[in-house]
C-alpha cells in the first residue's frame, strides 16, 4: 500500500514538473547560437576561424583541432570562437599559443566564447574564412553570412563544413531535426569535408549533394597511439570495456545496460568478468549474480590508454552511419569488440576483432559478448594487424585544394613559411 501511494504522489509530482517546465520553456529552441559579431570592410591579415560547440572533448573535437592545425599555418592569424561557454572557462594551458581575444585582440591566435558577455568579436568581411564543426556552429556562419548580405559586402567565399555525423539524428522528428538538415541546405555556400566515406555515402543516399566535397578517413589519436608498443608485453585480463554516455542516445546506453542484465544472467563465467563503462559519469548498476557497472566517466587519454591495454572485450554502439571512435580504439588494442550495424555501415571487414551485429536485441548482443569472451579464455583472440581506423599520417591530402577554395594564395604563403 505504501508502495503504490509513492508512486502516485511520484507520479503526481512529475506532472506538475512537467506542467512548469512547459509553462516557462517558451516553446523556443534552445542551444542555437545568435549572432554576435561586428562586421567591418577594412582590410586586414588573412583569418582562418574554427566555430566550436564548445572547448573540450575528444574524438570529434579532436578530429577538428587536426583539420584546423593542418591549415592554420598558412594564414596570418587564426581564432577559435566557441558557441557555449563564457572567458572564465577558457584554460590556457589546454590551448597554448592561444590568447583571449577579448583581453588582448591583435594577439595573432585568439580565443572567443560567442556567450561572452559585453564582447563582440569583428569579423573582416574580405579577410575571415570560417569553418564549421557541428550543425549549431554552421547555423551561425550561416547567419553572419546573411548579415553579411545585407550589409552589402556578401561573402565572395564558401566556409567550411567539417561533417562528423548525421547531426538530424541526435534528435527525434522534431524541430530540432529540421533545424539541423537545414544546414545541408547551402551548397553553393558548402565546401563539404566528411569524416569517412561511410557518412558521405549515407548522405548521398539522403539525397543531399554538394559540389564542393572531400572525404577523409580519420587515424588513431597519436596519444593512444603511442601506447601500442607496449600491447605484445601486456597481458590482458578478464575486463569488459564498455563505451556508456546515458545522456546521448545514439550511444544507446539502454541497450547497453540491457545487453549486460542478459549477459550477467545467462553466461556462466559472467561472475569472473569486470565490466567498467567510460565515456560518461553514471552511478554503479547492478546487474544480476553479483555483478555490477562500474564507471570511471570521461578519463584522460593516458588512463584510456591503461584500460585499453588491459581490456580483452568491448562493447559500443552508436545508432548513425559514422562508425564511432571507441570500437575502433578497442579494436586497434587487441579487444574484441562487439558494436552493430546502421544503414550502410558494417565495420565487421574492417578487423576480426569488431563483431557487428545486424540484430541488436539484448539476447543476440549477450550471446556475442560471450562468444567473445569465451574466445579470449581459449587464446582465440589475437590482435588483427589490419588498422580498424583507416587513415594514414597525412590525414587531410586535399589541404591545399581546400584553402585554394577559399582564395588564400597557398604556394605564396607555403614559400613564405619555408624561408
Same mark, same amino acid.
Request: glycine share 6%; proline share 7%.
Given at each position: 500500500?505504501?508502495?503504490?501511494?509513492?508512486?502516485?504522489?511520484?507520479?503526481?509530482?512529475?506532472?506538475?514538473?512537467?506542467?512548469?517546465?512547459?509553462?516557462?520553456?517558451?516553446?523556443?529552441?534552445?542551444?542555437?547560437?545568435?549572432?554576435?559579431?561586428?562586421?567591418?570592410?577594412?582590410?586586414?591579415?588573412?583569418?582562418?576561424?574554427?566555430?566550436?560547440?564548445?572547448?573540450?572533448?575528444?574524438?570529434?573535437?579532436?578530429?577538428?583541432?587536426?583539420?584546423?592545425?593542418?591549415?592554420?599555418?598558412?594564414?596570418?592569424?587564426?581564432?577559435?570562437?566557441?558557441?557555449?561557454?563564457?572567458?572564465?572557462?577558457?584554460?590556457?594551458?589546454?590551448?597554448?599559443?592561444?590568447?583571449?581575444?577579448?583581453?588582448?585582440?591583435?594577439?595573432?591566435?585568439?580565443?572567443?566564447?560567442?556567450?561572452?558577455?559585453?564582447?563582440?568579436? #569583428?569579423?573582416? +568581411?574580405?579577410?575571415?574564412?570560417? %569553418?564549421?564543426?557541428?550543425?549549431? @556552429?554552421?547555423?551561425? $556562419?550561416? !547567419?553572419?553570412?546573411?548579415?553579411?548580405?545585407?550589409?552589402?559586402?556578401?561573402?565572395?567565399?564558401?566556409?567550411?563544413?567539417?561533417?562528423?555525423?548525421?547531426?538530424?539524428?541526435?534528435?527525434?522528428?522534431?524541430?530540432?531535426?529540421?533545424?539541423?538538415?537545414?544546414?545541408?541546405?547551402?551548397?553553393?555556400?558548402?565546401?563539404?569535408?566528411?569524416?569517412?566515406?561511410?557518412?558521405?555515402?549515407?548522405?548521398?543516399?539522403?539525397?543531399?549533394?554538394?559540389?564542393?566535397?572531400?572525404?577523409?578517413?580519420?587515424?588513431?589519436?597519436?596519444?593512444?597511439?603511442?601506447?601500442?608498443?607496449?600491447?605484445?608485453?601486456?597481458?590482458?585480463?578478464?575486463?569488459?570495456?564498455?563505451?556508456?554516455?546515458?545522456?546521448?542516445?545514439?550511444?544507446?546506453?539502454?541497450?547497453?545496460?540491457?545487453?549486460?542484465?542478459?549477459?550477467?544472467? #545467462?553466461?556462466? +563465467?559472467?561472475?569472473?568478468?569486470? %565490466?567498467?563503462?567510460?565515456?560518461? @559519469?553514471?552511478?554503479? $548498476?547492478? !546487474?544480476?549474480?553479483?555483478?555490477?557497472?562500474?564507471?570511471?566517466?570521461?578519463?584522460?587519454?593516458?588512463?584510456?590508454?591503461?584500460?585499453?591495454?588491459?581490456?580483452?572485450?568491448?562493447?559500443?554502439?552508436?545508432?548513425?552511419?559514422?562508425?564511432?571512435?571507441?570500437?575502433?580504439?578497442?579494436?586497434?588494442?587487441?579487444?574484441?569488440?562487439?558494436?552493430?550495424?546502421?544503414?550502410?555501415?558494417?565495420?565487421?571487414?574492417?578487423?576480426?576483432?569488431?563483431?557487428?551485429?545486424?540484430?541488436?536485441?539484448?539476447?543476440?548482443?549477450?550471446?556475442?559478448?560471450?562468444?567473445?569472451?569465451?574466445?579470449?579464455?581459449?587464446?582465440?583472440?589475437?590482435?588483427?594487424?589490419?588498422?580498424?581506423?583507416?587513415?594514414?599520417?597525412?590525414?587531410?591530402?586535399?589541404?591545399?585544394?581546400?584553402?585554394?577554395?577559399?582564395?588564400?594564395? #597557398?604556394?605564396?604563403?607555403?614559400?613564405?613559411?619555408?624561408?
Amino acid at each position: 500500500m505504501m508502495v503504490i501511494g509513492y508512486r502516485r504522489a511520484q507520479s503526481r509530482a512529475k506532472d506538475i514538473l512537467k506542467k512548469l517546465f512547459m509553462r516557462f520553456k517558451g516553446h523556443r529552441i534552445r542551444g542555437v547560437p545568435s549572432l554576435n559579431a561586428r562586421l567591418s570592410n577594412e582590410k586586414a591579415e588573412s583569418r582562418i576561424n574554427l566555430v566550436l560547440i564548445y572547448a573540450g572533448g575528444f574524438g570529434g573535437t579532436d578530429t577538428a583541432m587536426r583539420f584546423f592545425n593542418t591549415i592554420r599555418p598558412y594564414y596570418k592569424r587564426s581564432r577559435i570562437l566557441v558557441v557555449q561557454g563564457e572567458d572564465s572557462d577558457f584554460d590556457p594551458t589546454m590551448w597554448p599559443g592561444f590568447e583571449l581575444e577579448s583581453q588582448n585582440p591583435d594577439a595573432p591566435n585568439t580565443f572567443v566564447y560567442l556567450q561572452q558577455p559585453g564582447y563582440r568579436p #569583428t569579423v573582416y +568581411n574580405e579577410c575571415d574564412h570560417f %569553418i564549421a564543426t557541428h550543425w549549431t @556552429s554552421a547555423h551561425y $556562419i550561416i !547567419l553572419l553570412r546573411e548579415e553579411q548580405a545585407r550589409s552589402g559586402a556578401p561573402p565572395k567565399v564558401p566556409f567550411v563544413y567539417l561533417i562528423q555525423d548525421f547531426e538530424p539524428g541526435f534528435y527525434a522528428w522534431s524541430s530540432r531535426y529540421l533545424f539541423a538538415a537545414a544546414t545541408y541546405t547551402k551548397p553553393e555556400q558548402t565546401i563539404a569535408v566528411f569524416n569517412t566515406k561511410l557518412l558521405k555515402d549515407y548522405f548521398e543516399a539522403q539525397g543531399y549533394s554538394f559540389p564542393a566535397s572531400y572525404v577523409f578517413e580519420p587515424r588513431l589519436n597519436p596519444k593512444l597511439a603511442a601506447y601500442q608498443s607496449r600491447l605484445p608485453a601486456h597481458k590482458k585480463r578478464r575486463l569488459i570495456l564498455v563505451y556508456g554516455r546515458p545522456s546521448t542516445p545514439r550511444n544507446a546506453f539502454e541497450l547497453v545496460v540491457e545487453t549486460l542484465f542478459v549477459f550477467a544472467e #545467462t553466461y556462466k +563465467n559472467a561472475a569472473q568478468w569486470d %565490466i567498467l563503462s567510460l565515456g560518461e @559519469s553514471h552511478e554503479t $548498476i547492478p !546487474l544480476p549474480n553479483g555483478l555490477s557497472i562500474k564507471t570511471e566517466g570521461k578519463v584522460t587519454l593516458d588512463r584510456y590508454a591503461q584500460h585499453l591495454l588491459d581490456a580483452s572485450v568491448g562493447l559500443g554502439l552508436m545508432v548513425s552511419p559514422h562508425p564511432s571512435y571507441p570500437p575502433l580504439e578497442m579494436a586497434e588494442f587487441g579487444v574484441r569488440v562487439i558494436t552493430n550495424r546502421f544503414a550502410n555501415k558494417n565495420l565487421s571487414g574492417r578487423t576480426k576483432n569488431i563483431v557487428s551485429m545486424a540484430d541488436a536485441r539484448p539476447t543476440a548482443l549477450a550471446k556475442a559478448l560471450a562468444d567473445a569472451c569465451d574466445a579470449f579464455d581459449a587464446g582465440a583472440i589475437e590482435r588483427d594487424t589490419r588498422p580498424a581506423f583507416l587513415g594514414t599520417e597525412d590525414e587531410f591530402p586535399f589541404w591545399k585544394d581546400v584553402i585554394g577554395r577559399m582564395s588564400v594564395k #597557398t604556394e605564396q604563403r607555403v614559400l613564405e613559411l619555408a624561408k
